[in-house]
């Protein structure tokens, strides 16, 4: 549909009827106009998983690995089909727009939401977001880049006013949004935060940048609550505001729009901008054929694990302990509290419910089975709050199913609604009218006896209740208005009771409802924990008797989730004294660390191979299984740079001063800023071993080259290891000597190949010309210097094979 028969659309429209196309008709839907045959759009979450409209633990959803899992694959092909294995998600649910990628950038390795962004360089979070965008849209649903732009960390990130240059934003933040509107993004999703003074709802770069400059033909979509005004979004080319039914624009923009201070013509774009989206996505008749799911239910699970297996980066292998050969094994420990309850997805409005998550204990097991015995061990407990109470530990009081009994009640106590649910962690309970008071029951059946902790979570009056006891009845106002906080993760309240049989017990937990507090309703209980000492020395005792010890650590939703920061990047509770005491005992021992972003390794020259998972996904074991039993080469590398230790890092800052947080380091974020330190890190971006070793033998590059013009480098590898393998060539650039601050070198580009064992291969990286240039701010456009510059072909941002000169000549 072209514009112009658009436009004929808008003329049957008045002023009214357009500015209630602007606001959302609910939380996920767009407003419909039967009129000019629009229907609704219905938006979900997805980065990692197309969860649709509800928090419902009954409606399931593929769960893939972390956006940083898939920063680590360095694979264009597997990212375009992951986008159509989402596409395929969203077509089953309904579902036309997904809110993802997140394009913000790994700044700081304190940020809570690093999990759900790719990479801390701006080049490689490009091209993976050019790739997913490219399976999801192929499909015929919207992708949205978000959050545009400067949301990098999370504290106060609802009214942090990001500083920055303009050579900054546009050389590192602005550009992976860049390379999306490149690849045709139908969506962009406007920040909570602030950029260099202004909103970014009402930013000018929605329109001088991304519409005018970048040509970007698609529609704007505030984050969630993001709108506060009304004028100042609307000139600034914000097209949609989010959720509704309700945002400023519905009470004030129609007068705005009358009475002239705000353009038609601006509401007129709007709109237009709206209805090419709906005509993409086959909302708006006449549209596209239906729409089908690209990818069966069958072979999710293959590609998913395929996927695991892809992004694990393996960062040490001291001795070939990996992989490890089944037929050399009789025992194995695998140890930790991660190996049965593995974190699979990070913490916040991005969350699904998969169908079952395959927990890395049950792939050893099922590959060992019939040849090794697993002995399992969890070692000290983590000290985590209690969790939610699920179907596994828990019977609906009334009909004595697996799960818990939901209830509405009236001001008077009486039940308006009942539902047999199976988790205590209720998002969004069935609102009826006249609801007062969310109430969530069970009967805990518990396998030990001793102090138990349990919680009730929620704001506003809450009760908690055992075998008729009380044991909490308090106010707890809700003192944000973060969503992530009042809907997502609203905070728990903890009380402890002695259990003195394994009797099951009732638990009754309530809340009352109250506007501006959301309905999120939890009820989460937690055994007695062992003793600290004792749970160590079991897992010693179990890797000293085994020939190999596999020991599970992590992070949680605690430390790694939307809504804060992390304080620090120590693993919880004594992962790090377990894994010194395995790896004592035994040593062949194998560390697997989940966890979304960096953390501290500092035994990680002690143990015998270390291997990086990320959050994985529901097929998290099975993909774990295949990597260590040498089924399947850890192919991943580094999308960011990790720390020794945080006292290292150089830059760590995400706490805002006096409401503002500024970007010093400039250009030099993530290996750009370690190499201008001069420190080394424990890992450096763009590192990672494989099954296999790779001789580079020959580079061929141009020795000038014209500004503005792409050039390729091929480089000749010899894998001479005795397995075939995959090796990802990485090229960087510098220029010594430049008229402008310059990172010590950048990277430009790469490329992945493959060889059996002995062969031969050629990886051709192209380098394209934004490579070269920089924003020049005195006269606001991009130049390229001409003269010296060096080319350089390795491993990673640390691990270089070959270094030549290079030279720019002016542009042809």
């Not at 998002?427 to 009730?456: D, K, N, Q, Y």
């Not at 809340?511 to 055994?527: D, M, S």
């Not at 062949?588 to 998972?613: D, F, H, K, M, Q």
Request: charged share 25%; proline share 7%.
């Amino acid at each position: 549909m072209n514009d112009d028969l658009i436009d004929r659309l808008i003329h049957k429209l008045g002023p009214a009827r357009k500015v209630r196309l602007l606001t959302g008709a609910t939380t996920w839907r767009t407003a419909a106009e039967p009129d000019i045959g629009l229907r609704e759009m219905v938006c979900s979450d997805g980065p990692a998983g197309v969860r649709g409209e509800s928090w419902d633990e009954r409606r399931t959803s593929a769960l893939l690995p972390s956006a940083s899992a898939l920063g680590a694959l360095w694979n264009d092909d597997l990212l375009e089909e992951l986008g159509r294995l989402l596409a395929s998600e969203a077509v089953r649910k309904g579902v036309d727009v997904l809110l993802a990628p997140t394009l913000n950038l790994h700044r700081s390795p304190l940020a809570g939401r690093h999990f759900e962004c790719f990479s801390e360089d701006p080049e490689l979070t490009g091209r993976a977001a050019t790739a997913l965008i490219r399976g999801i849209q192929g499909q015929g649903v919207a992708a949205t880049a978000k959050h545009f732009v400067g949301n990098d960390s999370e504290t106060g990130r609802l009214t942090v006013d990001v500083r920055m240059s303009e050579r900054v934003l546009r050389e590192v933040y602005l550009a992976p949004f860049e390379a999306a509107v490149e690849a045709g993004v139908w969506l962009v999703m406007a920040a909570y935060n602030k950029v260099n003074g202004t909103t970014m709802t009402a930013s000018p770069l929605l329109w001088d940048v991304l519409k005018e400059e970048w040509d970007f033909d698609g529609a704007v979509v505030s984050d969630w609550a993001a709108v506060r005004t009304a004028e100042e979004p609307a000139r600034a080319a914000l097209d949609l505001a989010m959720p509704g039914p309700h945002s400023p624009w519905e009470t004030c923009l129609t007068g705005a729009l009358e009475d002239g201070r705000v353009p038609e013509k601006a509401v007129d774009d709007k709109v237009r901008r709206l209805l090419r989206l709906a005509h993409r996505v086959g909302a708006l008749a006449p549209g596209p054929a239906p729409r089908r799911p690209a990818v069966q239910a069958r072979a999710t699970r293959a590609l998913l694990r395929r996927a695991v297996a892809a992004g694990s980066v393996l960062v040490g292998n001291a001795d070939d302990v990996l992989p490890l050969d089944p037929a050399g094994l009789s025992t194995i420990a695998v140890i930790g509290t991660h190996a049965d309850t593995p974190r699979v997805q990070g913490g916040g409005s991005a969350g699904v419910h998969p169908s079952g998550v395959v927990t890395p204990l049950d792939g050893i097991r099922s590959r060992l089975r019939g040849r090794a015995r697993v002995v399992h061990v969890p070692g000290p407990s983590l000290g985590l709050p209690p969790s939610p109470v699920d179907a596994n530990r828990c019977t609906e009081p009334r009909s004595g199913a697996p799960g818990v009994l939901v209830r509405l009640l009236d001001a008077q106590g009486r039940e308006l609604h009942s539902e047999r649910r199976l988790s205590g962690r209720q998002l969004e309970p069935t609102l009826v009218p006249g609801a007062h008071t969310v109430e969530i029951s069970a009967l805990l059946r518990p396998e030990r006896t001793g102090e138990w902790s349990f919680g009730v979570g929620g704001f506003g009056r809450m009760t908690l209740s055992l075998d008729g006891q009380v044991l909490l009845d308090d106010d707890f106002p809700c003192r944000t208005d973060d969503p992530a906080v009042v809907h997502v993760n609203p905070p728990l309240h903890i009380v402890r009771a002695d259990l003195v049989s394994k009797r099951p017990v009732h638990l009754v937990a309530s809340r009352r409802l109250a506007a501006g507090t959301g309905r999120a309703t939890v009820l989460a209980a937690a055994p007695p924990e062992e003793d600290a000492a004792t749970a160590l020395a079991a897992a010693v005792d179990a890797a000293g008797r085994t020939d190999a010890a596999v020991v599970f650590v992590g992070t949680t939703e605690h430390s790694e989730t939307e809504g804060q920061d992390r304080t620090g990047l120590a693993l919880g509770g004594r992962q790090d004294d377990l894994v010194r005491a395995v790896a004592a005992a035994n040593p062949r021992t194998v560390v697997v660390v989940n966890s979304g972003g960096p953390v501290e390794l500092p035994w990680r020259e002690e143990v015998g191979a270390l291997l990086l998972v990320w959050f994985p996904g529901q097929e998290a074991g099975a993909g774990i299984t295949d990597v260590l039993f040498g089924h399947a080469e850890p192919e991943g590398r580094l999308p960011t740079t990790w720390a020794a230790c945080l006292a290292d890092a150089p830059v760590t800052d995400t706490r805002p001063v006096a409401g503002r947080l500024d970007y010093a380091e400039g250009l030099h974020i993530g290996y750009r800023a370690w190499l201008r330190s001069g420190r080394a890190p424990a890992y450096w971006f763009g590192h990672g071993l494989g099954y296999t070793t790779w001789r580079y033998e020959s580079v061929e590059a141009p020795a000038r080259v014209a500004a503005g013009s792409a050039f390729t480098v091929r480089v000749g590898l010899r894998n001479t290891g005795r397995r075939a393998g995959r090796e990802v060539v990485q090229v960087y650039l510098a220029r010594p000597g430049s008229a402008v601050e310059r990172p010590e070198r950048w990277f430009a580009g790469y490329a992945a190949v493959r060889a059996e064992a002995g062969g031969t291969v050629t990886a051709e990286v192209i380098v394209r010309p934004r490579a070269l240039r920089h924003w020049c701010e005195t006269d606001r456009c991009w130049r390229t210097e001409t003269g010296a510059y060096r080319l350089m072909v390795g491993r990673s941002a640390g691990d270089l094979r070959w270094d030549d000169p290079l030279t720019v000549t002016e542009a042809r």
